[in-house]
T-cell receptor, first 114, second 116 residues
Framework: DQQVKQNSPSLSVQEGRISILNCDYT??????FLWYKKYPAEGPTFLIS?????DKNEDGRFTVFLNKSAKHLSLHIVPSQPGDSAVYFC?????????????FGTGTRLLVSP | DTGVSQNPRHKITKRGQNVTFRCDPI?????LYWYRQTLGQGPEFLTY????????KSRLLSDRFSAERPKGSFSTLEIQRTEQGDSAMYLC??????????????FGNGTRLTVT
């Protein structure tokens, strides 16, 4: 039972263009969503998050959008840079667990070419 | 803040052997988590400690797995009688309960286990 789904295993974008990574979830109890970036041989690094009371959160080149009715979130990277090439994981948690028991998607590999 | 440290980085073992991994969280963090990531999958939750107390364990954590956090500082994850299906990246993460609930977890670089 995959509660967090990233249906695109990979995405290729040219430098300077927009990258849009998508994530869907099924558990309506999720109230906090995060994006992590992972380089090879390293652990996931936190990128940006959004609470369910918001529909948008922005941090520099990164913006996360949340559509609760559709149970969908997306990460926009503008402009994309070659250093953004990594695997991006969407994750979600529910406040009623009392701690951050994250449920991760399977990841999307982003390749930004010069 | 030196980050979450995990040792060893790589471990190759033969099926049936026991292995132990260590995690040193960020020093002021009292919450510690273990996750496991297999090829092509995202990390999956294994267990959670608040200080020295193990408060939740996933069904993924069979009775061959045991995790401890003596004195609420570093943690160890032991796998007994390893099986090939245990081959994975084992990730440790930490956080503090003195910050808002929605503060992100800090992950270490993981221990990659290969069971031959």
């Amino acid at each position: 039972d995959q509660q967090v789904k990233q249906n695109s295993p990979s995405l290729s974008v040219q430098e300077g263009r927009i990258s849009i990574l998508n994530c869907d979830y099924t558990n309506s109890m999720f109230d906090y969503f995060l994006w992590y970036k992972k380089y090879p041989a390293e652990g996931p690094t936190f990128l940006i998050s959004i609470s369910s009371i918001k529909d948008k959160n922005e941090d520099g080149r990164f913006t996360v959008f949340l559509n609760k009715s559709a149970k969908h979130l997306s990460l926009h990277i503008v402009p994309s840079q070659p250093g953004d090439s990594a695997v991006y994981f969407c994750a979600a948690s529910a406040l009623d667990t009392g701690f951050q028991k994250l449920v991760f998607g399977t990841g999307t590999r982003l390749l930004v070419s010069p | 803040d030196t980050g979450v440290s995990q040792n060893p980085r790589h471990k190759i073992t033969k099926r049936g052997q026991n292995v132990t991994f260590r995690c040193d969280p960020i020093s002021e963090h009292n919450r510690l988590y273990w996750y496991r990531q297999t090829l092509g999958q995202g990390p999956e939750f294994l267990t959670y400690f608040q200080n020295e107390a193990q408060l939740e364990k996933s069904r993924l954590l069979s009775d061959r797995f045991s995790a401890e956090r003596p004195k609420g500082s570093f943690s160890t994850l032991e796998i007994q009688r390893t099986e090939q299906g245990d081959s994975a990246m084992y990730l440790c993460a930490s956080s503090s309960d003195r910050v808002p609930y929605n503060s992100p977890l800090h992950f270490g670089n993981g221990t990659r286990l290969t069971v031959t």
